[in-house]
């Protein structure tokens, strides 16, 4: 098994561009989530996910959106970039079966607007 | 506004020794407690979590303690690796729904030899 994997691993805009992150996993999970991580500040959430085809606001949306076509893919969108979104992105899933409640991470996506 | 305050910053340790991390949170709502480990360049990783119907669980050298009254809790590792040396997070949900986590600002561990 991959687990959570992501793409691309890096990326430089400039300002107003727009462009996609995919994040897929292979494990069957429910729920998917969209976090930035800049420093001093830990990972916030940006959006995230219940099921395919759900869609729901984190704690920091704004600029940013969402698509859950395949229960196994979650593409964060940024349609007009800026540089205070730049950032290293991690995608994570969870599975809705009990247990650890664990959240599994993807390496991340390390973004830079210019 | 930080739903979940951590400290320290960073963290020196001597091998063998005990690294303590500590954090705060204010929702009373939040019942899951979970630290997150995170290798430079990696995405972070379960470490060990708690409820909040225990003080402490123990896993290995790592130990988290839970204040309820306080609303604080801590990890706790004991005897230090140098392979411990990581970024650690800790973190806060509600189980009920999407378990959506509120992480700590992080904090730098060195473990020198």
């Known amino acids: 098994n991959a687990g959570v994997t992501q793409t691309p691993k890096f990326r430089v805009l400039k300002t107003g561009q727009s462009m996609t992150l995919l994040c897929a996993q292979d494990?069957?999970?429910?729920?998917m989530y969209w976090y930035r991580q800049d420093p001093g500040m830990g990972l916030r959430l940006i959006h995230y996910s219940v099921g395919e085809g759900t869609t729901a606001k984190g704690e920091v949306p704004d600029g940013y959106n969402v698509s859950r076509l395949k229960k196994q893919n979650f593409l964060l969108g940024l349609e007009s970039a800026a540089p205070s979104q730049t950032s290293v992105y991690f995608c994570?899933?969870?599975?809705?079966?009990?247990?650890?409640?664990?959240?599994?991470f993807g390496p991340g996506t390390r973004l830079t607007v210019l | 506004q930080q739903q979940v305050k951590q400290s320290p910053q960073s963290l020196i340790v001597q091998k063998g020794g005990i690294s303590i991390i500590n954090c705060a949170y204010e929702n009373t709502a939040f019942d899951y407690f979970p630290w997150y480990q995170q290798f430079p360049g990696k995405g972070p990783a379960l470490l060990i979590a708690i409820r909040p119907d225990v003080s402490e669980k123990k896993e290995g050298r790592f130990t988290i303690s839970f204040n309820k009254s306080a609303k604080q809790f801590s990890l706790h590792i004991m005897d230090s690796q140098p392979g411990d040396s990581a970024t650690y997070f800790c973190?806060?949900?509600?189980?009920?729904?999407?378990?959506?986590?509120?992480f700590g600002t992080g904090t730098r561990l060195t473990v020198i030899p």
């Open positions: 994570a899933s969870r599975s809705l079966a009990g247990g650890r409640n664990e959240q599994f």
């Open positions: 973190a806060a949900s509600m189980l009920a729904g999407a378990n959506n986590l509120f």
């Open positions: 494990m069957n999970h429910e729920y």
